[in-house]
């Protein structure tokens, strides 16, 4: 009877542990417990943190569009001043030669001199 007594509360003790086993465990220590709360606090700080440079690239890549297309209409711009000044100076030197054809003084061909003659005594 002894044997049979022990083989009982060893099959009850072998079920309650499979039980056990199967449904899990419930209970958490305290210290697991505020790991896990430290863990989740720090993954949502993480979280905003992420978002908030989300938004900022996405802030700073539209002012980055926004500026190379300044830069690209100033070099458009500056193109076409510099085309206007060359322009510009080419007229200018074409005035200037004009102006210079027209003040110049008129030269005529220079006259022979009369010869001179033996000299006198």
Do not use: F, H, N
């Not at 606090?41 to 890549?61: F, N, R, S, Y």
Request: charged share 30%.
């Amino acid at each position: 009877m002894y044997m049979q007594g022990a083989r009982a509360v060893g099959l009850t003790g072998l079920a309650v542990m499979l039980l056990i086993g199967v449904s899990g465990c419930d209970y958490w220590p305290p210290a697991l417990q505020a790991q896990i709360e430290q863990a989740k606090a720090e993954t949502d700080a993480v979280k905003a943190e992420k978002a908030a440079m989300e938004k900022q690239v996405a802030a700073l890549t539209e002012e980055k569009t926004a500026l190379v297309a300044k830069i690209e209409e100033t070099t458009r711009l500056l193109k076409t001043r510099a085309d206007q000044v060359a322009s510009l100076e080419q007229s200018l030197a074409a005035e200037r030669e004009k102006a210079s054809k027209l003040t110049a003084p008129k030269t005529k061909a220079p006259t022979k001199a009369p010869a001179k003659r033996g000299k006198k005594k």
